[in-house]
C-alpha cells in the first residue's frame, strides 16, 4: 500500500465511528427525508469514502449539513474537522471542502464561542480567491431567491440547501467583507431555510 492509500484508509477510519454515531442516533427514525438526508449517505460513506473523490466529498459535505439543520451540531463538527490536514486536488473537492469548513466556523462559533477563520488551509484560501468563487459572493445573489421562487415544489429542497452552502459555507468565513454589511439578512436566511428544510 503506498502514502496516498494509506492516508485514504486513514481518513475512513476516522471518518466511520462518526458515521455509525449518527446511524445510531437515526436508527429509530425512518421517514423518506432522513433516510434520503442522513441514513442512506451515512451507510454509503461507512462502505466507502475518499478525501480524493468529489462525489465522496460531496455527500460528506452534505452530511454534515443536514445533520446541522437537524440539530445535530456536535456530529456534524466532527465531521467538519475529518477535513483537517487534508490534501484535496481537485476544484469539485475544494468546493465541497470550504462549505465544511464554513460549516466548522459557524459551529465552532455557536457551540464554544470560538472563531476557527484563522485556521483555513492555503490551498483552500487560493481556491476562494480564485476569480469563479468571487463572482458567486454577492449579495442578495447568495440567497437564491429568485431561484427559490421560480423552481418548482420538488426542487425547493435542492435550491434551500444550496443557499445553505453560500451563506454559511462561503459567507460565513470571514473571507468577505463586504457581506457583513449584510449580517442579519443573511442569518434571518439561515433560520427560515433551515426551519423549511427539516419540516417533514
Not at 45 to 71: E, H, M, N, P, V
Not at 154 to 183: C, Q, S, V, W
Request: charged share 30%.
Amino acid at each position: 500500500m503506498d502514502k496516498l492509500q494509506q492516508e485514504i484508509r486513514d481518513f475512513h477510519e476516522e471518518l466511520k465511528p462518526i458515521l455509525e454515531k449518527v446511524l445510531k442516533q437515526y436508527s429509530n427514525k425512518t421517514t423518506e427525508k432522513v433516510y434520503k438526508n442522513i441514513t442512506r449517505p451515512c451507510k454509503e460513506l461507512i462502505q466507502k469514502c475518499s478525501f480524493k473523490s468529489s462525489w465522496d466529498t460531496r455527500k460528506l459535505c452534505s452530511l454534515a449539513y443536514w445533520l446541522y439543520i437537524y440539530g445535530h451540531k456536535k456530529l456534524a463538527l466532527d465531521i467538519c474537522r475529518t477535513a483537517h490536514g487534508r490534501d484535496f486536488e481537485f476544484d469539485d473537492c475544494y468546493r465541497s471542502i470550504y462549505n465544511i469548513y464554513g460549516l466548522e466556523i459557524r459551529i465552532s462559533r455557536e457551540l464554544f464561542c470560538e472563531n476557527q477563520g484563522e485556521n483555513l488551509p492555503s490551498g483552500l484560501l487560493d481556491y476562494c480567491f480564485s476569480k469563479k468563487v468571487q463572482k458567486e459572493m454577492k449579495y442578495p445573489q447568495i440567497l437564491r431567491e429568485e431561484e427559490i421562487a421560480a423552481c418548482s415544489k420538488d426542487f425547493i429542497d435542492t435550491e434551500l440547501f444550496h443557499a445553505l452552502y453560500n451563506m454559511i459555507g462561503k459567507a460565513g468565513t470571514g473571507l468577505y467583507p463586504e457581506l457583513d454589511r449584510y449580517g442579519a439578512g443573511i442569518e434571518y436566511a439561515i433560520k427560515e431555510y433551515k426551519d423549511i428544510l427539516k419540516d417533514e
